[in-house]
């Protein structure tokens, strides 16, 4: 599996910005998408998480109410993120890994298998 993210820039608090992830050449029928980001000189976190069917959504508590993770379609994940800090600035990665049903979540890196280039998202205060 492939993941290209895109979408990130610089941008000024308040602002807001949309990061995109396709995934090319996956084969299984379930999978999850997670968002995650590395700021300098801190560890890798999660952000957002959804499910194969997007029913299922996990958010860190740090963007919650700001940002929403979608699917557009089965191979293109979206992660809007409104009313930017400067606290998130950081390179943002898309990952993908399988699940056992269209419903399944994964909050740890860990769960992921694939993991695409990161885009840089910085934010100005």
């Known amino acids: 599996v492939q993941l290209q993210a895109s979408g990130g820039g610089l941008v000024q608090a308040g602002d807001s910005l949309r990061l995109s992830c396709e995934a090319s050449g996956r084969t299984f029928d379930y999978y999850m998408t997670g968002w995650f980001r590395q700021a300098p000189g801190k560890e890798r976190e999660i ?16 963007v919650k109410g700001r940002f929403t993770i979608s699917r557009e379609k089965a191979r293109k994940t979206l992660l809007q993120l409104n009313r930017l800090k400067s606290e998130d600035t950081a390179v943002y990665y898309c990952a993908e890994g399988t699940s056992r049903t269209r419903y399944g ?14 885009t840089q ?3 100005s205060s």
């Open 47 to 62: 952000v957002a998480a959804v499910s194969a069917n997007g029913d299922n959504t996990y958010y860190a508590d740090s």
């Open 105 to 118: 979540l994964g909050m740890d890196s860990r769960d992921y298998t694939y993991w695409g280039r990161g």
């Open 121 to 123: 998202v910085t934010v």
